[in-house]
């Protein structure tokens, strides 16, 4: 049943440009320029005119809320934010006519979750789902939704999800761009050749695996990580930490590169690895200067970097190349090696990486 892998959750990850694949299928059409989401047939047009959108979410259902952000922000020019739905919920969150509350959720069970909904639904929001459990009890109380049609995740830290939640969200806010105008024609065109070879890159990265596992065996007995990225990368960064946190647990912390200064630059020394997502978008030289500064104070670095990329090679201890892609779609390709080094750190330690201690699949308590 793990189709000849160890663990559910490296399946999983392998499953990956399948899973990407399988939700594009029939959703784009690079070549004809169109995209179709079914679900929302009626819902393009009215997210177009929303003043602003809502994402409520759990764990790494948030982190990807997070991406929809950058996503909706970026390509539709739409208010965007991200609610943890637990807080949401229990602060009588302002609901305006037009807002759209979108949850996102692999389980379509989380207790939290479904609760953020009903109460956004109750004040008289539009209420959106992005599930992977068809029939679920979110995907069932929406007025629309898109499912991820990822396939049934068993390992308990999500990782096909998040790329399928992710895949979804792209879909969405192009859609969305689309119809309001915000985007030129030959963005659209090229956000959807990008997405059509998704897939194919994914598995590019795939391929490193016994190099991400060979770096991995020189970090396993790190007792913290802290993980940096910026933009649509910073998302990237929380995932990181988080993957690593719940299966090997190793203290992980996410944050945005530049807040480093801040206060989590105190705590960097040769006993701190760092690892940066320094793929070459907008904010690549930033990116840079901050990879500088943890190189200046001792830090053991690894850095997710585009292909072809030798500047930060030069200065770190170690890099992991990934295809080059459209800066919106780059979360896709860079999450992979963060995975696969949580993975394989985990494993290197002894963990129970399908079943970790005090983890359920899915939190249908609050
Ligand atoms: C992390 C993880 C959890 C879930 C969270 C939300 O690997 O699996 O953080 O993402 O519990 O679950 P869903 O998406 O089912 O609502």
Redesign the pocket.
Known sequence: EKGGFDHFMLKEIFEQPKSISDCLRGRIHPEEAWIKLGGLRDYIGKLANSKRIVFV?????WHAGLVGEYLFEELARINVEVEYASEFRYRNPIIREGDIVIAI???G??AD?LAALELAKSKGAIILGVCNVVGSSIARVTHAGVYTHAGPEIG???TK?FTAQVSVLSLMAIATAHQKGTITEDTFRRLLWELQEMPKKVEMILQKADEIKDISKLFTFASNFIFLGRGLNFPVALEGA??LK?ISYIHAEGYPAAEMKHGPIALIDEDMPVVFIATRDSSYEKVVSNIQEVKARKGRVIAIVSAGETEVQKMVDFTIEIPNTHEMLQPLLSVIPLQLLSYYIAVLRGRNVDQPRNLAK??TVE
């Open positions: 979410a759990c764990g790494t259902s959720s692999q389980s069970e989380t979750t308990v830290a999500s999800a988080l993957k719940e899915s939190v």
